[in-house]
């Protein structure tokens, strides 16, 4: 393989690499922008089926516009590869890619330099998955449902258990404003033998993470006997505070990575199965990390089997890569929680495939 003649200074390298990475950038967002009018479009039409309460057309359409990040996010990896490979494409139609191999320019060189526009849309991505996309997402959720079934003296909500060491709690409904209604405390003694049951008519958090119970009605189970407690209002200190709580009503692809890792630790903490979440913090992990590698994988394949072809071509093959991968790691992240499989390991999977694939690729390119 040709090394990189000296008259390819610092500056020389500097200037190509950025050519490269605007050319993959722009058809980049061009790809994304057509994505997600399809996508947004599709959103929409999906949520005109199931109009109901306040959510009309226009809650509808808001709803599709507030979901673009986080489809965004899930889309970027496919869009990435399509740039590339027609930001690329375009450069080879111009022999622009041929007269930088030709003056020595190595195939490593330029693998290189467009992975670095690979990473500037990886810290994108990450950005927008970690601050933009969840919070919109779960947003975009609950205006939904606060809408739908919006009705006076109606309490949104659903029924929940929630373990917090000894301690298991039932609440009658859970929401976004931390008012529980009727509460059920169940404590356990370390034998895992029941201390006590309470009862509180109504319950919330304070803004303290102080649990306030109302008309509170407590059985507690003692050696050979058995004592009944009552009171008006009781105060509770649980290790569960509002933010936690406030995890739990969420899906996990509304959360952030950081809300996903703090979720985790509690489950594993009470000995409860993290499985599904596990699954979503290294998929989306994986997600990430793999845009890096699709440029230079579309870099493999203009110098190979799609130097000639056009850019139609290139964009068929980009398409049908592009859903290969997100259609295996679905698969195999699902498969992984039926078999209880590692997710540190199986969601890494697909990307290791296009690791393996491109590295090859790169190999056959002369």
Known sequence: MAQTPVFFRAETLTILSAYLMRAILMSTLLVMLVLLALAGLFEFIGQLDSTQGSFG??????????????????????????????????????????????????????????????????VVMGLVGEYI????????RTMRDEARYEQENRDIGNAAWIKDGPVILHLEKINAEFEFGTLYIFRFN????????????????????KWVLENVKETRFQNDSVQ??????????????????????????????????????????????????ETELWSRIARTVTVIIMPVLALAFVFGSLRSAGSGGRLMIGVLIGLAYFLASEMIANSGQVFRLNPAIVTWLPSAALVAITAFALTRVR
């Open 57 to 122: 057309v226009p809650e509808a359409l808001l709803f599709a516009l507030l979901r673009l990040p986080q489809l965004s996010f899930e889309m970027l990896p496919i869009a990435s590869l399509i740039g590339a490979l027609l930001g690329l494409g375009a450069l080879a139609n111009n022999s622009e890619l041929v007269v930088m191999r030709t003056a020595g320019l190595s195939v490593g060189h330029l693998a290189g330099m467009v992975a670095m526009s690979g990473f500037v849309l990886m």
């Open 190 to 209: 370390e034998d895992d033998s029941l201390s006590s049951i309470a009862r509180a008519e109504n319950s919330g958090i304070d803004d303290s993470d």
């Open 228 to 277: 009944a407690v009552e009171s008006s209002v009781a105060v509770e200190s649980f290790d569960l505070d509002s933010d936690m709580l406030g995890v739990t009503l969420v899906k996990p692809v509304s959360l952030s990575a950081r809300g996903l890792m703090t979720y985790i630790s509690y489950l594993k903490k009470n000995e409860l199965d993290s499985q599904r979440y």
């Open 133 to 140: 996309g969840p919070p919109l997402d779960y947003f975009a």
